[in-house]
């Protein structure tokens, strides 16, 4: 084994193994049930620390801009703030402090608290509040989902009208923008409603548009790729997964459990990738949320974002196309150079920020060693992760060469019969509804103003910095 595969997989025992939220502290303060008024008591305290900390600080430089990140993507410019999550390049992302292994040890469980992976409800409560919530508290928010998630048939109608042609991300943020028909915020707004009053309704519709991203996803589905039958009715005695594996047909308890914790851990990774700051610059200009994410899941539809899962797959179903099942490791290496020599990236693989393996990736990986140790799709995933990050390094070009999300989550849906890889960046999607949602509830509440940085052209820049 090289040195390099040895220090694939001692990454993967050091993620296991790390946990910061030991230095944060377990934190559950409110016993309320409600999350609004949760937040309504805490969102005066936090205005009022940011007030104080922007009084004293506020002039304080926190970095330079180079010319080289005006033209390179903005990378590394400390230039926004998100609250929900963090994101280190070592150690991957933290919600609120608590890193996934922590999440999944201590966020209310499904099936009553008896299932094995993390409500993605009980993790929107810690986007929002910053608390883990108690199982009371996020069987409250499935409830409120459950309540909410009816579509106005303006939409039902438009989702069943689409071409089976258009592309389901295409679809799924048409139907995105065209709920915003049912905005309280944007009445609200109309209305004349007071600034200190935004969050209010920027938070019904939070609530309200993940609500309904399930049962507008799974129409997509049922369109495309079933006989375009009903999705049937909310059991409101279910959990929000449960209900979107439901309504989109599958009845494996064991998926069920892979989508507690894929739209967990989908769900925000800070303020700067392309779907979350979209939502939040497009929210900026007090455009409502469901206009605000339909901009987001257009960012998230690109392949260097979202789409990358859909990508990844492809590019399997062509690895195992041409080589089979018994191929080798050299095989798949010039397998790889020849995606690399044809001037294409390896999809899954590098990251804007991160430069060690994405703990998401990881996560994945140790629920498929658990449920599909065999399945020969994970068997390959494992095996080129054995390889690429060598042969990136040597390429020389990227910056991070070990997987990200994307590198994994389609060979668990696939497992359980959801082959169609043009559907997956969907499933990202809603689970990203949640952390720009949080993210949107915080940016009213703080009164964050529009959005306008200052740009350039290049005899400006020239100019600015005395190059002429
Ligand atoms: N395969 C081949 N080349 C890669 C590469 C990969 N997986 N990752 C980066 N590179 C190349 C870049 O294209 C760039 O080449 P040029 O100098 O010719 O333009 C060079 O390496 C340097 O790039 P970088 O600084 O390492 O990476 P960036 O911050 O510019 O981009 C990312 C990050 C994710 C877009 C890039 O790594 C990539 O394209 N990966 C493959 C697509 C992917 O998996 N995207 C999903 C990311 C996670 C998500 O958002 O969902």
Redesign the pocket.
């Known amino acids: 084994m090289s040195l390099l595969r040895t220090a694939a997989f001692r990454l993967i025992q050091s993620n296991r193994a790390f946990c910061p939220a030991l230095a944060v502290g377990y934190r559950h303060k409110s016993t309320s049930t409600n999350l609004k008024d949760v937040l309504a008591n805490i969102i005066p305290v936090k205005q009022k620390e940011v007030a104080e900390f922007r009084k004293n600080f506020g002039n304080k430089s926190v970095g330079e801009v180079t010319v080289d990140q005006m033209y390179g993507?903005m990378?590394g410019i400390k230039a926004l703030v998100t609250e929900t999550s963090l994101l280190d390049a070592e150690e991957g992302i933290a919600f609120r402090g608590y890193p996934i292994p922590k999440c999944q040890q201590l966020l209310p469980k499904g099936n009553g608290g008896k299932g094995e992976e993390p409500l993605p409800e009980g993790l929107f409560w810690l986007l929002v509040t910053g608390e883990i919530p108690t199982q009371a508290q996020a069987d409250a928010i499935t409830k409120a989902w459950n309540a909410r998630a009816a579509l106005p048939n303006h939409v039902i109608t438009m989702l069943n009208n689409f071409p089976s042609n258009l592309h389901p991300m295409s679809q799924f943020s048409a139907a995105i923008t065209a709920l915003n028909s049912e905005s309280k915020f944007a009445k609200a707004y109309a209305d004349g409603v007071k600034k200190s009053l935004y969050w209010e309704y920027v938070y019904e519709d939070a609530m309200d548009l993940i609500a309904k991203l399930p049962t507008v996803a799974a129409i997509i589905y049922r369109n495309l790729y079933r006989d375009g039958t009903s999705v049937g009715v909310i059991d409101p005695n279910k959990d929000w997964s449960w209900n979107f594996t439901s309504m989109l047909g599958f009845e494996d308890p064991d998926f069920t459990e892979v989508m507690r914790m894929y739209l967990t851990i989908h769900s925000d990774h800070e303020g700067g990738?392309v779907s979350a700051h979209a939502t939040h610059l497009i929210g900026s200009a007090l455009s409502d949320p469901y206009l605000s994410f339909a901009g987001g899941i257009n960012g998230l539809a690109g392949?260097?974002?979202?789409l990358?899962n859909q990508e990844v797959l492809i590019w399997l179903t062509k690895v195992q196309k041409e080589l089979g099942n018994n191929y080798t490791e050299q095989k798949l290496k010039d397998f790889v150079w020849s995606t690399?020599k044809a001037g294409q990236?390896?999809?899954?693989?590098?990251?804007?920020v991160l430069r060690k393996t994405d703990p998401r990736y990881i996560c994945q990986r140790e629920f498929a060693l658990k449920k599909l140790p065999n399945d020969p799709m994970f068997k390959l995933v494992s095996s080129l992760f054995k390889i690429i990050p060598d042969i990136?390094l040597e390429q020389g070009?990227?910056?991070?060469p070990w997987p990200?999300?994307?590198a994994h989550s389609g060979v668990l849906l696939q497992y359980y019969g959801m082959k169609e890889m043009n559907y997956y960046t969907v499933l990202f999607g809603v689970s990203r509804a949640l952390g720009c949602m949080a993210s949107l509830i915080w940016d009213r509440a703080l009164g964050l103003p529009l959005e306008r940085p200052k740009s350039y052209d290049t005899p400006g820049l020239k100019k600015l910095v005395g190059a002429n």
Do not use: F, I, M, W
């Open positions: 993507g990378r990738n392949p260097l974002h979202g990358a690399l990236v390896v999809p899954g693989y590098g990251h804007a990136l070009k990227t910056k991070n990200n999300v994307d």
